[in-house]
């Protein structure tokens, strides 16, 4: 399975924008659905985005309308654009494929990357 290397977080004041990055050390082509996950201190691990091989994107509903994710399978790479950031939005942010889709609900394999710390504060 290829590994995935998450770049692009720091430090951003609320409002601002910070654009994610994800490159894979292989093709990614084959991998169906690929996802950016986040998560916060003592919270459980929650999924943003979702993106298919033909396009197609889900939004968690804390994100809708500010985030959005895009796959460049030529670079291998994953992005996710965030816009309009908020303090809740701090997170660890992690991107993972293939992920699964069984009966309503989206599963992660265990392709995990080390993640990149986004912090949203004044």
């Known amino acids: 399975q290829v590994q995935l290397v998450e770049s692009g977080g720091g430090l951003v004041q609320p409002g601002g924008s910070l654009r994610l990055s994800c490159a894979a050390s292989?093709?990614?082509?084959?991998?169906?659905?690929l996802g950016w996950y986040r998560q916060a201190p003592g919270k459980q691990r929650e999924l943003v985005a979702t993106?298919?091989?033909?396009?197609?994107?889900t939004y968690a509903d804390s994100v809708k309308g500010r985030f959005t994710i895009s796959r460049d399978d030529a670079k291998n790479t994953v992005s996710l654009q965030m816009n309009s950031l908020k303090p809740e939005d701090t997170a660890v942010y992690y991107c993972n494929g293939p992920v699964g889709y069984y009966s309503g609900s989206y599963y992660p394999s265990t392709n995990w990357g080390r993640g990149t710390q986004v912090t949203v504060s004044s």
């Open positions: 292989g093709s990614i082509s084959s991998i169906v659905t």
């Open positions: 993106i298919s091989s033909g396009g197609g994107t």
